[in-house]
């Protein structure tokens, strides 16, 4: 069977990883491949980059960093940020990139799940999916721009409709949960997996290895993704992978 | 000198720098003229089958792909790759391929035989069953894990050609072989140690670089 996989998440601007400061072992923290090339040494089965450059010039540099990436690693990797059009999905993907992930621009224009799933199959195209719990609506509500703006979308909805339009996974963010620590948000992963059938990324309140644990066994989420307890070095990925393993948890 | 059949539908890319650390030579060819006389072929392939034979056909490679596995010199087939050495695809409705393995492509049913539906694709790391440890392609690869990716899975009537299959609520064929023609499922250029020893495997022992 399938093993569950630990994914962290590494945020690019102008080329340059902006929370990996606690390596002090490696020769630049900053750069995103020696730090992408340690976290295949501990363990980790898939990368997410997500690139937060505010420049033209940062977005091409991104394509740098894609193209060195997949010169040097041999596990998949996916990137997101800023990428809106099929152009930019063709881009990314014929540089080395395994995924790409599209949160904004596909509430904006739902289309390009399709066109991306067309060209390089649903597989290639990750819907990146930021929530938040609405006391309004009693569920939980899509917001786009990082966070900043909300959508009309309920997170059940959007998740369908989605996949529907041909993406091939979901990377669902909590943003009651992220940066807490507390644990995975695991009411709103399992409305999620309730009405998809694709696989489900939880990401948004790693704190401990128990939290993997629990976001694994309670709502049998596929993969778990984590940044700043990895980067600042709380636990490491061969960490939570050891006390998975030792719960039983199927882990590579 | 390994050629990589380019018809328009890889990841060249990442496939294409495995082979640089490995050191072992290679070069493109989008037309069956730019790799006439190389020793071993790569078959890549990401996207949909349909679209893959139709642009294997405007390329130039069918008949050159047949030819090759005729004359026995090794093929590599990489995910879309392996499937269109099967017989037909039910992608996008039947669709011909090479005909070079027994069996067809399906699609995963999604739901396993006690009626309770799974997810699909098959994404990310599963484990290995070796059923033919003794073939030269797999020489120091052992049970690993592998990083499968894919929505359509080959079904062949000859377990013959089966060298390697994972457990995902049906036997999936891994890696599949007969004499110098091979192919895995899973993008070996993606799959950590073992897919890097498959690789260097059918550089170095099949194709002797």
Redesign the interface.
């Known amino acids: 069977m399938l093993s569950k996989r630990i994914i962290p998440c590494l945020d690019v601007k102008e080329g340059r990883v902006v929370k990996g400061i606690q390596f002090v072992d490696i020769r630049d923290a900053g750069d995103p491949v020696e730090l992408a090339k340690v976290y295949d040494e501990q363990g980790a089965d898939e990368l997410v980059f997500l690139d937060i450059s505010a420049t033209h010039e940062g977005k091409k540099t991104m394509i740098d960093v894609v193209r060195s990436v997949a010169s040097e690693l041999a596990i998949p990797f996916t990137v997101g940020g800023g990428i809106r059009s099929l152009e930019d999905i063709k881009e990314t993907l014929r540089n080395g990139a395994d995924k790409v992930s599209l949160n904004s621009s596909a509430v904006n224009r739902p289309e390009l799940l399709t066109e991306g799933a067309d060209y390089f199959g649903s597989q290639c195209i990750v819907v990146a999916i930021d929530a938040r719990y609405d006391e309004e609506w009693g569920t939980w509500r899509v917001y786009t721009r990082g966070g900043r703006t909300p959508s009309e979308w309920k997170v059940t909805e959007w998740a369908e409709e989605a996949v529907r339009r041909g993406a091939g996974e979901i990377l669902l963010t909590s943003m009651n949960k992220d940066g807490e620590k507390t644990g995975f948000d695991l009411p709103l992963l399992e409305a999620v997996q309730g009405v998809v059938n694709v696989p489900v990324i939880a990401s948004g309140g790693a704190g401990s290895s128990e939290h993997f644990y629990d976001v694994f066994t309670e709502v049998d989420a596929d993969a778990a993704l984590a940044a700043s307890i990895f980067h600042y070095k709380e636990t490491s990925v061969a960490n939570v992978k050891a006390y998975l393993k030792e719960k039983g948890v199927i882990v590579r | 000198m390994i050629g990589i059949i380019d018809y328009g539908m890889g990841?060249l890319?990442?496939v294409s720098?495995?082979l640089?650390?490995l050191k072992v030579p290679y070069k493109f060819g989008e037309r069956p003229a730019d790799i006439e006389n190389c020793d071993g072929y790569i078959l890549p392939g990401?996207?949909?089958f349909p679209d893959a034979m139709k642009a294997l056909e405007e390329h130039g490679f069918i008949p050159f792909i047949k030819e090759k596995v005729k004359a026995g010199v090794p093929i590599y087939g990489i995910c879309l790759g392996m499937q269109l050495l099967f017989e037909a695809s039910d992608e996008g409705g039947e669709t011909a391929g090479l005909g070079l393995f027994p069996g067809r492509i399906v699609r995963f049913p999604?739901v396993n035989e006690k009626g309770e539906?799974?997810?699909?694709?098959?994404?990310?790391?599963?484990?290995m069953n070796l059923l033919k440890p003794e073939e030269p392609l797999l020489s120091d690869v052992k049970e690993e894990?592998v990083?499968?990716?894919?929505?359509f899975v080959a079904q062949t009537p000859d377990p013959s050609i089966l060298y390697a299959t994972a457990?995902?609520h049906l036997d999936v064929p891994a890696i599949v072989g007969r004499n110098n023609l091979v192919a895995s499922q899973f993008?070996p250029?993606?799959?950590?140690?073992a897919?890097?020893q498959l690789l260097e495997n059918f550089c170095k022992v099949m194709v002797k670089q």
């Open positions: 990841n890319f990442s720098k495995a640089e650390r990401v996207g949909a999604g539906s799974y997810k699909v694709p098959h994404m990310g790391w599963n484990k894990y990083y499968f990716v894919h929505s457990d995902y993008h250029e993606k799959s950590g140690r897919g890097m």
